[in-house]
């Protein structure tokens, strides 16, 4: 039990009302406690209430969390759209941008053959090799597995999609293992979605604490779990966009595939090859965008991982070259004479 007990079924009152004011917080303090309190406005949160009372200090948002979901933007909102696309919210796009291209996605005539070509306009081999240079090797969660990633990221670019798109996927999986047993105590033989979530959960809490520790209370704690989480993605960017990675990898990468549709992006369907679509060549980018959240993530508890898009510079440029020039000669020429002996493959 919390020492601030008594309290708790006031605050949660108020943090389900529609628009909250100061008035309301005292009216509804002094009917039910004896103290009373000292209140003061601040910007979190879109707008919310410091409420000091018994060397307590609450916090209530002057909108309830369920209205901020609905009408505030936020990364959790974009990615729920994006899930019917299987794609992971591009951390090296623009918010607006992005949301933009998801709602043309889904207003046009074939939504999963427009998210398909738009993965392919703004995904590029530099953008791989940027990835793989200032984020993937300096990864306590991928560095074991930096060989595999340059080679998945060859392959693609040379044709070998099939390889590409399969190699990343035990890729990605051990590194989200690896992220939470180096830094939130996780199961070093976890297999499980349902263990996963839960360890996003754990992670998207303690960092959001971090952001508000001068607070006992706010709106969720105590008593309902989901509701913090939401709180947390108003109050902070950084645990909206891990939100966004649970949703990703909830809603579509560990999907029950008794929900699945045909064409979906799925671990159990791709990597038992029971999706006809398992060899999509967009799945490539969209399993390596899944990698770029789990680095993401790291970056909050590493600091040799980078916070921010950092760009392509000309390192990056000149190892794209490399295997952009063989690409130009080896796909080509390959697949011309796959086809030249009769082999029916692409």
């Known amino acids: 039990m919390s020492d601030f007990e008594e309290y708790l079924p006031t605050l949660k009152r108020l943090s389900k009302q529609d628009k909250l004011t100061e008035d309301d917080i005292l009216n509804k303090f002094n009917r ?6 000292v209140i003061s406005r601040n910007e979190l949160c879109h707008g919310s209430f410091t409420v000091k009372v018994d060397n307590f200090n609450f916090l209530l948002t002057e909108r309830p969390i369920s209205y901020l979901n609905r009408y505030r933007g936020r990364c959790s909102n974009i990615q729920t759209h994006a899930n019917s696309f299987g794609i992971a919210l591009p951390l090296y796009i623009g918010e607006g941008t992005f949301s933009s291209a998801i709602h043309k996605m889904e207003n046009c005539k074939s939504p999963l053959e427009s998210a ?4 392919f306009e703004n995904f590029s081999l530099e953008i791989a090799i940027t990835y793989f240079n200032k984020y993937f090797i300096q990864s306590e969660s991928f560095k074991k597995y930096k060989t595999i990633i ?3 990221i060859e392959a693609f670019y040379l ?3 099939h390889i590409a798109i399969m190699s990343l996927f035990p890729v990605f999986e051990g590194g989200l293992r690896n992220l939470f047993v180096k830094f939130a105590d996780g199961d070093s033989t976890n297999t499980s979605a349902d263990k996963f979530e839960k360890e996003i959960k754990n992670l998207i809490l303690t960092w959001g604490k971090r952001q508000i520790e001068n607070f006992d209370w706010y709106p969720g704690k105590c008593y309902d779990i989901e509701t913090e989480i939401d709180f947390f993605t108003h109050l902070n960017p950084q645990c909206d966009v891990i939100n966004s990675t649970r949703s990703f990898f909830k809603n579509v990468i560990y999907k029950p595939t008794g929900g699945i549709n045909e064409g979906s992006f799925n671990r159990h369907l791709t990597l038992h090859l029971l999706n006809k679509d398992f060899n999509e060549p967009s799945n490539f980018v969209r399993i ?3 990698l770029t959240h789990i680095t ?3 970056s909050l508890l590493n600091n040799n991982v980078p916070f921010f898009w950092e760009g ?3 390192y990056d440029q000149r190892i794209a070259s490399f295997i952009s020039k063989n690409a130009d000669i080896i796909f080509a020429m390959r697949r011309k004479e796959i086809k030249k002996l009769g082999l029916n493959l692409y």
């Open 32 to 37: 039910h406690h004896s103290n009373e309190p």
């Open 312 to 314: 392509v510079d000309d």
């Open 159 to 161: 044709g070998y999609n």
């Open 288 to 290: 390596f965008l899944a």
């Open 296 to 298: 993401f993530a790291e």
């Open 116 to 119: 398909n070509k738009w993965l």
């Open 150 to 152: 340059f080679e998945a």
